[in-house]
C-alpha cells in the first residue's frame, strides 16, 4: 500500500474518532486502501448491526444473494495497523504473563476461550479485546419488564438469516399477567406453512437496560432472557418453559478492554468505549462480528517464548483463581 493512501486513512480514522465515532466496519479481511470503504459507527451495538443486516447482500442485477463479510474493529486497533505498514512496529507494552495472572486474578478471560493466548498478546501490544466476567444473579429480582415477542421467519431456502421479521406483541411488569398472556395468544398461534413460520417468545427486559432483539426475538447483549417459547407444527401448539426466573443463573458478561501503558492498568469498557467497573452493569458487548487485527507473526513471535511467557489456558486453571498450590504473584498492575 502507498504511503499516500495510509496516511489518508490515518488521518480519517483519526477523525471520525474525534468526531465520537470510533467504531469502523468494513468487509473482507484485506485492510482498505480508500475511506469510502470504511463505515463509522458511535457505539459498537450500531456496528454488529450492520454487520448482521448486511450478511447477504442482494446483487441488483441478477437478484441473487451474496455473502456479505462485514467486521468491525475499534478505530485505535485499525490505526495501529496502518502504522505497522508505515513503518512503526508495535511495542510490547506489558508482559503477556503479568497480564495474564491479574485477569486470572480477578476472574475475568478472554471471551474467545479457543484463543486465548492470542487474545492476551494482542492486549500487550495495546489492542482492545473483548473479555468475559462470570456473575450469577437471580432474573425476577432485576427485571422491568415481561414481553411476548413474535417471531416471523419467511424461507429463502437455504440461506436461513433471511426473512427474519421480530414484533412486541405485549409488555407488563407484572408476571403473573404476562404469563397468563402468553399462554392465551399461544393457544391462537396459527400453524406453520410450506416456507413460512411464526412462533412466540417469551421474555424478560432487565432493570435500566434497553430492549435488543436478534432477528429470531431473543434478547442480545445480556439485556434479558428467554424464559419460555411456543410453536404451533401441524397443528399441534407446544409450550415449553426453559428458564424459572426465581432461580439464580450464572452469566458471562462481555465487556472491551485495553491496558494502558500510561496508568499501568489495565481498563474496561463498554460498546461506547466508557469505562465500567465488570459487573456493574448486566449489558454485554455487541462481540460476535468483533475482530482485532494484528500481524500473526508478532503473536508467533512471543509464543515462540513459551518459556519465558507462561501463558496458560483458563481451563489449566479451575475456577479462574490462579494455579492451584501456588501463590498469586503482584503482577505490579493498579486495580
Known sequence: MKQ????????????????????????????????????????????????????????PEDGSYNEGCYHFHTAANLQAEYQYLSGEPPKLLISPDVLWRHLLDNNIHPHNLFDERSAIIKLAYGRTEVMSKPITFIPNQV??????????????????????????????????????????????????????????????????????????????????????????????????????????????????TRYDPEQSRLIHLDDRLTEISPGSTLLSVSEHYYHSRIDNKL?????????????????ENPGMAGPDGEQRMDTGLKP
Open 4 to 59: 499516500a493512501n495510509i496516511d489518508q486513512m490515518l488521518a480519517v480514522l483519526e477523525q471520525q474518532s474525534q468526531a465520537g465515532k470510533p467504531w469502523v466496519v468494513y468487509e473482507k479481511y484485506k485492510l482498505p486502501e480508500h475511506p469510502s470503504e470504511l463505515s463509522f459507527f458511535d457505539s459498537a451495538t450500531a456496528a454488529a448491526a450492520f454487520c448482521e443486516a448486511n450478511q447477504w447482500v442482494r446483487d
Open 143 to 256: 427485571s422491568s419488564q415481561y414481553h411476548i415477542v413474535q417471531h416471523s421467519h419467511q424461507s429463502a431456502g437455504l440461506i436461513y438469516e433471511l426473512g427474519h421479521g421480530t414484533k412486541v406483541l405485549y409488555s407488563n411488569s407484572d408476571y403473573a399477567s404476562a404469563v397468563g398472556e402468553f399462554f392465551s395468544l399461544g393457544e391462537r398461534l396459527p400453524p406453520d406453512q410450506k416456507g413460512y413460520s411464526i412462533n412466540l417468545n417469551f421474555i424478560i427486559q432487565y432493570k435500566d437496560l434497553p430492549l435488543i432483539l436478534d432477528m429470531e426475538g431473543h434478547p442480545a447483549n445480556n439485556c434479558g432472557l428467554t424464559l419460555g417459547y411456543v410453536n404451533n407444527r401441524n397443528g399441534q401448539v407446544a409450550f415449553e418453559l426453559v428458564c424459572d426466573h426465581h432461580r439464580p443463573i450464572i452469566t458471562n458478561l462481555q465487556f472491551f
Open 299 to 315: 503473536i508467533d513471535q512471543v509464543l515462540y517464548n513459551s518459556q519465558k511467557y507462561h501463558l496458560r489456558s483458563s481451563h
